[in-house]
């Protein structure tokens, strides 16, 4: 059974950091893409962050210079380090996995609000 369940999530005030953590099990964890994506009040799902097998990143250009998406095989676990700046981080957000030929992963996702 796959499961990708993440923590860290809650309240921070604008400026503060946090770290999101997600635990993945039930996947061969080092061949898959990593990452996170987050749903805002009243808006769809957007990406925000990935780490792929090889250790290439990609990020939204929003949070490009604020965000760092880590992951470590050996523990399974991929986590997004927010260094936030803006109300408009809030959101639930969520950890994906993803590798071609596969069924994509999601987790339940986290809840992260950003109070000014």
């Known amino acids: 059974q796959v499961q990708l369940v993440e923590s860290g999530g809650g309240l921070v005030q604008l400026g503060e950091s946090l770290r999101l953590s997600c635990a993945a099990s039930g996947i061969t964890f080092s061949r898959y893409t990593m990452g996170w994506y987050r749903q805002a009040p009243g808006k769809q799902r957007e990406f925000v962050a990935q780490?792929?097998?090889?250790?290439?990143?990609n990020y939204t250009d929003s949070v490009v210079g604020r965000f760092t998406i880590y992951r470590y095989n050996a523990k399974n676990t991929v986590d997004l380090q927010m260094n936030s700046r803006e109300p408009e981080a809030t959101a639930v957000y969520y950890c994906f996995g993803g590798r071609f030929g596969s069924k994509d992963q999601w987790g339940q996702g986290t809840q992260v609000t950003v109070s000014s």
């Open positions: 780490l792929s097998t090889g250790g290439t990143t």
